[in-house]
């Protein structure tokens, strides 16, 4: 039963880090990052990388996942598409190419580089909306261009990942197939997961709110989740994948609000923290003294990458001033989207065991740094007018 005293501790802790985190103005998912570290190996040595914590941990990366597309706004797309288009691209292009020069020059193989470039081209918005809802700044054009960004960035660095981890899986003797199949593959993959959030997604909804049975809606969610991420594994496109497509699927609903509301306790009081926390786990500083220069340059590659990335693209697409800084800003974060590419990446051996703890330094130093440079922006903004 030890593993009681393990879920036990973790949600204590967790909790608590996430209490001073936000009491001192800190995204509270670095408060369950340390948590990790400190009761894990690298230091007290009280938890461990066992069976049940990577259960409940890949159970918790693909709720993470499924709420990410749950809360991707479509329609705000739809209205800021160009600028939000414009942004994401530059802050993709940018932190692809610098993150891929990085990993060359400290002699990272070739998809090692390439996957530093993907780890860092995500964005994790989550951190910089908190900002502009404190300063009031949420329904702004740069606010909705921030977040338009976001959904396009979310789904363009999911698609990427995807494709990724599929043509490398398929470099094993046992795995070899054609480029043709692998892509007729992926094809095929997007047609029947599109076809299911057309007919399939709501019509599994409708047909749950008419059984009498507790949380019909919310349990028959999670059946679409796990479903559309079993498939997305079963098809080597990893299961974050198809959980993603499961919440926008669902996100297209009159459902939307009630499955948000249900999902989200249950992701976040239990599963989800210990998937921060598995990280954490992972975690040790055997070394990291001589990597100090790769984290100093990776870092500064990180915040440089989406900030001069998105501003490029918000001054291409009209906007001017503080308010490009505004946008390139309100892209930095990383946040939890790289900590799940991460923790893809050391699974399927794109990320070594030597950097691992380094990269992870790297984004949580990103999702610090961001929410600094963001109110920075804005104040200023608010001093010229």
Same mark, same amino acid.
């Given at each position: 039963?030890?593993f009681l005293?393990?879920?036990?501790?973790v949600l204590?802790?967790t909790?608590?880090?996430?209490h001073?985190?936000?009491r001192?103005?800190?995204?509270?998912?670095?408060?369950?990052?340390?948590?990790?570290?400190?009761?894990?190996p690298?230091?007290l #040595?009280?938890?461990?990388?066992?069976e049940?914590?990577?259960?409940?941990?890949?159970?918790?990366?693909?709720?993470?996942?499924?709420i990410?597309?749950?809360?991707?706004?479509?329609?705000?797309?739809? !209205?800021?598409? +160009?600028?939000?288009l414009?942004?994401?691209?530059?802050?993709? @292009?940018?932190?692809?190419?610098l993150?891929?020069?990085?990993?060359?020059?400290?002699?990272?193989?070739?998809?090692?580089?390439?996957?530093?470039?993907?780890?860092?081209?995500? %964005?994790?918005?989550? /951190?910089?909306v908190?900002?502009? !809802?404190?300063?009031?700044?949420?329904?702004?054009?740069?606010?909705? %261009?921030?977040?338009?960004?976001?959904v396009v960035d979310?789904?363009?660095?999911?698609?990427?990942?995807?494709?990724?981890?599929?043509?490398?899986?398929?470099? *094993?003797?046992?795995?070899?197939?054609?480029?043709?199949e692998?892509?007729?593959? !992926?094809?095929v993959?997007?047609?029947?997961?599109?076809?299911a959030?057309?007919?399939?997604?709501?019509?599994?909804?409708?047909? *749950?709110?008419k059984?009498?049975?507790?949380?019909?809606? *919310?349990? $028959?969610?999670?059946v679409?989740? @796990?479903?559309?991420?079993?498939?997305?594994?079963?098809?080597?496109?990893?299961?974050?994948? #198809?959980?993603?497509f499961?919440g926008?699927?669902?996100?297209?609903?009159?459902? &939307?609000? +009630?499955v948000?509301?249900?999902?989200?306790?249950?992701?976040?009081?239990?599963?989800i923290?210990?998937?921060?926390?598995? /990280?954490? @786990?992972?975690?040790?500083?055997?070394?990291?003294?001589n990597?100090?220069?790769?984290?100093?340059?990776?870092?500064?590659m990180?915040?440089? *990458?989406?900030?001069?990335?998105?501003?490029?693209?918000? &001054?291409?697409?009209?906007?001017?001033?503080?308010?490009?800084m505004?946008i390139?800003?309100?892209m930095?974060? +990383?946040?939890?989207?790289?900590?799940? /590419?991460?923790q893809?990446?050391?699974?399927?051996? $794109?990320?070594?065991?030597e950097?691992?703890?380094s990269?992870?330094?790297?984004?949580?130093? %990103?999702?610090?740094?961001?929410?600094?440079?963001?109110?920075?922006?804005?104040v !200023?903004?608010?001093?010229?007018?």
């Open positions: 039963m030890e005293l393990t879920l036990c501790l204590f802790c909790k608590l880090a996430g001073l985190c936000n001192i103005g800190i995204p509270s998912v670095i408060g369950e990052l340390i948590v990790g570290v400190v009761l894990g690298a230091m #040595g009280w938890l461990q990388p066992d049940f914590m990577h259960y409940f941990s890949e159970i918790g990366v693909i709720i993470l996942m499924f990410a597309g749950l809360e991707s706004d479509l329609a705000l797309l739809k !209205k800021y598409w +160009r600028p939000a414009a942004v994401a691209m530059m802050g993709i @292009l940018f932190p692809m190419v993150g891929f020069g990085t990993g060359e020059i400290f002699q990272f193989s070739s998809q090692q580089s390439l996957f530093l470039g993907v780890l860092f081209s995500a %964005t994790s918005v989550s /951190i910089s908190q900002v502009l !809802k404190d300063l009031k700044k949420i329904d702004t054009e740069e606010g909705a %261009t921030i977040l338009g960004a976001a979310d789904i363009v660095v999911v698609l990427i990942l995807g494709i990724m981890l599929s043509l490398m899986n398929q470099s *094993s003797p046992e795995n070899q197939l054609p480029i043709w692998v892509l007729l593959i !992926k094809v993959f997007f047609i029947i997961i599109f076809a959030s057309k007919w399939l997604v709501p019509w599994l909804l409708h047909l *749950s709110e059984l009498i049975a507790i949380e019909a809606v *919310s349990a $028959f969610s999670l679409i989740c @796990l479903g559309f991420a079993y498939f997305a594994e079963w098809l080597d496109m990893g299961a974050i994948i #198809g959980a993603f499961a926008v699927a669902v996100a297209q609903t009159s459902y &939307r609000k +009630r948000d509301e249900k999902i989200e306790p249950i992701g976040y009081a239990v599963f923290p210990m998937f921060f926390v598995s /990280i954490g @786990l992972n975690m040790t500083f055997v070394g990291m003294s990597h100090l220069v790769f984290i100093i340059v990776l870092t500064v990180a915040v440089l *990458s989406k900030l001069v990335g998105g501003a490029l693209g918000a &001054r291409l697409t009209g906007f001017k001033g503080i308010s490009t505004i390139g800003s309100g930095v974060s +990383r946040g939890e989207m790289a900590l799940i /590419i991460a893809v990446g050391l699974a399927s051996m $794109f990320l070594s065991e950097y691992y703890s990269v992870i330094m790297v984004i949580i130093l %990103t999702t610090m740094i961001a929410p600094l440079l963001l109110k920075v922006a804005i !200023k903004q608010d001093n010229e007018h």
